[in-house]
């Protein structure tokens, strides 16, 4: 085993991912939907995986033990990039992460981090795995991780196969292809409060509208990707909105409801709609969070970061260009402890 640390860049679904297939296997993690990502600069994890003693996880300097949920988390998923090439025990690892952004409010922190925790330790036990088959391990860590593998434009098509060989990301476009901006809006502080695969079953089990949802999407995922090689922003951004309050309209139909939006979310929103109104031209979508992400072009990012940041309750905005691949790197030099 080596040292190797990967840095993966954060993404935000423009057409959105809610729900799990339930037929096949869960451990394969396979989504009910396809999705259509933009992978964000700056937005990122930073994941070095070293042989230890014993495993040990630090994230943002904090050290987690086994038990915590943070740790075995990653400890199980250290686990299944392991046994996808070996049938012996794995080794002990330090696993040392550093968030670029805030953990677990909505704003994919388990997509850069599982994709970086993928790629870091993929290397470290010295795998030759292809990115396809690194993009479906970090899918089983977190559905949104998949593609998060590269930068520019990434779809994750959902599939048919039981395996879950044919649910595989791919890159559709690199960054330089369009200079959009993902304006991140926060709307409240602190973690989210129902944990997306949670959310998820609750849909699929409680919500008159899951099924409604999970049809209509395919052709939502289609004419996204045509938007997105026109660079057709109207187009693009009609439908990202769609996706996007379809997936919340199903969360809030759900017993009990799903409501990540607080009152912040909304406001935003209406101050977006407004610009718009006035010509200048951004689409708003929201994760299982608060906070709104708004798409424009980059051009437009400086003014519509102005209002939408005046808006009362907004605790914090992040103008961000669409991102790079993931990367990782091994240290040669470092021996087993
Ligand atoms: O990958 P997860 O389990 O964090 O779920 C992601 C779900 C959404 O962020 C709401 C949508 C998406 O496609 O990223």
Known sequence: MKRARAVAHSNIALIKYWGKRTETDPELNLPAVGSLSMTLDELRTDTQVAPAPRDRFVLDGKAYEGDAPEASKVFAHLDRVWAS????????????????????????????????????????????????????????????????????????????????????????????????????????????????????????????????????????????????????????????EHSCFKMHACMMASRPPLVYWRGTTLDVMHALWQARAEGLEGYATSDAGPHVKVLCEAKDAPALAERLGAVPGVTKLQSVAVGPDASVQVDEAAANP
């Open 85 to 240: 090439a070996h049938d012996s025990e794995r080794p002990g690892c330090e696993v040392t992460s550093t968030n670029h952004l805030p953990t677990a409010a909505g704003l994919a922190s388990s997509a850069s981090g599982f994709a970086a925790l993928t790629l870091a330790s993929a290397a470290a036990f010295e795998l030759d795995h292809g990115d396809v088959e690194l993009s479906a391990l970090a899918r089983r860590g977190s559905g949104s991780a998949a593609r998060s593998l590269w930068g520019g434009f990434v779809r994750l098509d959902a599939g048919n196969e039981a395996d879950g060989s044919d649910c595989v990301a791919r890159p559709l476009l690199p960054a330089s292809h369009w200079d959009l901006r993902l304006l991140v809006v926060h709307a409240a502080k602190g973690p989210k409060s129902v944990g997306s695969t949670e959310g998820m079953e609750r849909s699929r089990t409680t919500s008159p509208y899951y099924q409604a949802w999970v049809d209509t999407s395919p052709a939502d995922l289609d004419a996204a990707e045509v938007a997105l090689a026109e660079r057709n922003l109207l187009a693009l951004g009609q439908l990202m």
